[in-house]
């Protein structure tokens, strides 16, 4: 017969220690825990390989159907729709080809993993690393979480604050921290000039850079850093980006969701063809590689135009990028929508290579309004068109075919609001004029038409597991700011910046004018309908199903961007002022020395 003797009672100090402590990791400005992987995907599911085999076939079956003129109805109609379709087809099967090269069983290098043993243990020195958070005006209370956890992840590190925003109070948090704080005395090329003028001031071998809103978890050093340390060819480790948007409405939901198989499948899949692309935060760079982009490497075809050998050196002559802007002296590329993406090409020209780490590392906000919403799409649309019309990526020896096509599904995915804009009149028009774009019998049409569209939408959800009504809406929402941004970039227009959810005006219906001229143009079509009636019931009933279909997501828009407005205000009215910011900040510091010494 066991005896189990009571414990002893803790003492009046081990309960003060141990409230101590979870006061301390409940704080609002408390850095993620080591132990916490909130992944908000599933690894990549191997049934997803055969429902894309599937979806290329069906694909590839409805493009001979479209493209065959014998079903040529309405010339203009058919030709808009064969290009829309095209335009569809074409991407879905360069992103689902993509998808067949990821090998997720793949295991991590043994050098990368001995080298992040050596340098968490101490047997290996760390290299100096500065990480710069970037700041333009955002809530103070917003990026302290950023400022804690970034001074408190593992490894050696310099923090900085990198504030294009000029906020003392800033600099006060910072001084109270003990990091660093850099200021400039102009914005000039926005993100790209602030980050760097920080690489200018620094020295550290390699940078890290985060926006304000994405608070790093302790050990992204620890799983970013060893893959540069085992190979000096890696210019740049990226990691995903991942949000909260938990309560704050369809916009943060659909703008969060919408991105997660592009971070959990397609961007692995490119290690697989070195054209893995920076996305703006989370990433780290090295130093020596940016420093190369200050280098014009004269293309065969411009040697041969200047009679110059091959293999002759050549003097570096300041000369206008492709994008019209000197070249960046030791930093990341300016003169961009998208500085992220065009430094990442830059980088895969001159030979460098880049890794895409698959490790929720972060955790960040997405925009919370539509109009915050639409103003990041059409700057990030910008970037993409620049690609198409300014890169060159067709004609670049230096890229292999691989990477070619991998950079040219960025434009195609904007090109896809081409198609979303066609699709939406085709039905109204349908329904006006009785005419159609394809000639063909139903059973023809539907027995090509079905299986691709059904696998489309079977895609990400076999993989994801889910399905989010929110992420289709805001995608389809976002199509004329990038059908803008495409006629803007094509007259070398300039997108304004504008930080995540930093303000500027809440929701108003001008911000969704194109979508509800839809909403007039369907309406207008069923009393039309209605009135006229239509020749063909069956085609007159698919396209009152289409028209339905659109109102209805128009009405969940129009009322989910009204909600998440409001949402947003009352996230505003209960954030913290700068001066209740520093006074939490204070509380905290005074929580983590107190711990300190209860140890």
């Known amino acids: 017969m066991s005896i189990i003797e009571p414990s002893a009672a803790p003492s009046a100090g081990t309960q003060n220690a141990s409230g101590l402590r979870a006061r301390f990791r409940s704080h609002r400005y408390a850095p993620p825990r080591i132990e916490q992987h909130d992944v908000p995907w599933r690894d990549f599911q191997q049934i997803t390989r055969l429902v894309v085999l599937f979806g290329i076939a069906a694909g590839t079956f409805y493009l001979t159907f479209i493209v065959d003129r014998e079903h040529e109805n309405v010339p203009i109609l058919w030709i808009a729709t064969v290009i829309a379709e095209v335009i569809l087809i074409c991407h879905t099967l360069g992103i689902w080809l993509t998808l067949m090269t990821y090998r997720p069983d793949i295991p991590e290098k043994e050098e990368v993993a001995v080298i992040r043993r050596a340098l968490v243990t101490g047997e290996l020195e760390t290299p100096p690393v500065d990480v710069f958070i970037t700041c333009a005006t955002e809530p103070l209370d917003m990026i302290m979480p950023t400022l804690v956890a970034a001074k408190n992840m593992i490894l050696p590190h310099n923090t900085w604050v990198c504030d294009d925003g000029r906020d003392d109070q800033l600099r006060e948090a910072c001084l109270k921290l003990g ?259 394809i000639s063909a019998d139903f059973w023809d049409w539907a027995i090509h038409y079905l299986p691709f569209y059904l696998l489309t939408v079977a895609v990400p959800f076999v993989q994801a597991g889910k399905f989010r009504m929110s992420a289709i809406i805001v995608s389809l929402a976002a199509a004329p700011a990038h059908i803008k941004a495409f006629f803007g970039t094509a007259l070398r227009q300039r997108a304004t910046w504008n930080v995540t959810n930093g303000g500027g005006g809440g929701f108003s219906i001008r911000d969704l004018k194109p979508h509800i001229a839809i909403v007039l143009l369907d309406v207008f079509s069923i009393v039309v309908w209605y009135r006229l009636g239509g020749q063909n019931p069956t085609s007159s009933a698919i396209a009152i199903t289409f028209v339905c279909m659109q109102l209805g997501m128009m009405a969940w828009l129009l009322a989910g961007s009204e909600r998440a407005d409001r949402l947003a205000r009352e996230a505003d009215d209960e954030q913290p002022s700068a001066e209740e910011a520093l006074e939490l900040l204070d509380e905290y510091l005074e929580l983590e020395r107190a711990c300190g010494m209860a140890r």
């Not at 014009?296 to 570096?316: L, N």
């Not at 004609?395 to 904007?414: C, E, F, G, I, N």
């Open 179 to 437: 990091i660093g704080y850099l200021r400039r005395t102009d914005n000039r090329h926005a993100k790209a000039g602030n980050v760097n003028s920080a690489i200018d001031r620094t020295s550290g071998d390699y940078v890290i850079v985060l926006d304000a809103d994405h608070v790093p978890r302790p050990d992204l050093l620890v799983h970013t850093l060893p893959h540069m340390v085992a190979n000096p060819s890696i210019a740049m480790v990226q990691t995903p980006q991942t949000y909260t948007y938990e309560g704050r409405g369809m916009v943060a939901e659909g703008a969060a969701v919408s991105q997660e198989l592009f971070y959990e499948a397609i961007m692995p899949a490119k290690n697989q063809s070195n054209s893995a692309f920076c996305v703006g935060t989370n990433v780290m760079f090295r130093r020596r590689a940016l420093a190369s982009l200050t280098e014009r490497q004269m293309t065969k075809r411009e040697r041969r135009k200047a009679g110059i050998a091959a293999d002759a050196p050549v003097e570096e002559q300041r000369t206008k990028t492709l994008l019209g802007e000197e070249y960046p002296k030791g930093g990341i590329w300016v003169g961009s929508n998208s500085e992220d993406i065009w430094t990442s090409l830059e980088l895969h020209r001159r030979g460098w290579r880049s890794v895409f780490v698959p490790k929720v590392l972060t955790q960040g906000l997405t925009p919370e309004t539509i109009t915050a919403f639409l103003k990041q799409q059409f700057r990030w649309a910008s970037g993409g068109w620049e690609i198409l019309f300014w890169a060159k990526i067709l004609r670049d020896p230096r890229l292999t075919l691989s990477q070619k096509a991998q950079y040219m599904l960025v434009p195609s995915h904007y090109a896809l609001s081409f198609t979303v804009a066609v699709f939406a009149m085709m039905s109204p028009i349908y329904l006006i004029t009785d005419k159609s774009p």
